[in-house]
């Protein structure tokens, strides 16, 4: 159980283009999730916490209207990076806290995407 | 603000080889403490947590226990096998920051046959 997945795994787009990235609870529903970007070799940083049906918060330093959160339902969150640039490129990984855990500030995290910008 | 502080690596072992990887803390309430683990390619995850002080956690002959006085949460694990090739990350998460994640830098480990 708690199994996280994002769409696509890695993607790559030209420069000024928009790319969505999505990220699924599979079995259990999920009222926050979180998206983080990891560079290479480092740790992981959040950018934004996303909460279903509501505006996602965003860490400072973090452009609200360069990556745009969405979470519509319990289960799904997407992350779309607008206007990406080659210093968008970065691995988004997502995560997803059970909400009908008594444990609810473990986090469940997906995959990642690997995002590359030419 | 919250922080951890993890060992930089790469940490390079032989196999059966005894294995820690520091990690210490600040935080402005009393958090819950994770580690957790990055194979190569793929995402996080959870290898072992404790929440409260004294509390150990262990998982896959890993280890960890909750130091509230070193305010420290050192990963240790006896013989370690080639699979344990990984990047390990400290985390903690703070009740008075939102619940957050807050991660350490991340430590990689290379265990050779």
């Known amino acids: 159980g708690a199994v996280v997945s994002q769409h696509p795994s890695w993607v790559i787009c030209k420069s000024g283009t928009s790319v969505k990235i999505e990220c699924r609870s599979l079995d259990f529903q999920a009222t926050t999730m979180f998206w983080y970007r990891q560079f290479p070799k480092q740790s992981l940083m959040l950018m934004a916490t996303s909460n279903e049906g509501s505006k996602a918060t965003y860490e400072q330093g973090v452009e609200k209207d360069k990556f745009l959160i969405n979470h519509a339902s319990l289960t799904l969150s997407t992350l779309t990076v607008t206007s990406a640039h080659p210093e968008d490129s970065s691995f988004y990984i997502c995560?997803?806290?059970?909400?009908?855990?008594?444990?609810?500030?473990?986090?469940?995290f997906g995959p990642g995407t690997r995002l590359t910008v030419l | 603000g919250d922080s951890v502080t993890q060992m930089e690596g790469p940490v390079t072992l032989s196999e059966e080889a005894f294995l820690t990887i520091n990690c210490t803390y600040t935080a402005t309430g009393y958090p819950s403490l994770f580690w957790y683990v990055q194979y190569p390619g793929e995402g996080l995850q959870l290898l072992l947590k404790a929440t409260k002080a004294d509390d150990k956690g262990s998982n896959k002959g890993f280890e960890a226990t909750y130091r509230k006085e070193t305010t420290s949460f050192h990963l240790e694990k006896g013989s370690v096998q080639v699979s344990d090739s990984a990047v390990y990350f400290c985390?903690?998460?703070?009740?008075?920051?939102?619940?957050?994640?807050?991660f350490g830098g991340g430590t990689r480990v290379l265990v050779k046959p």
């Open positions: 985390a903690l998460s703070d009740g008075a920051a939102g619940n957050k994640l807050t």
């Open positions: 995560s997803a806290r059970d909400s009908g855990r008594r444990s609810y500030n473990e986090q469940f």
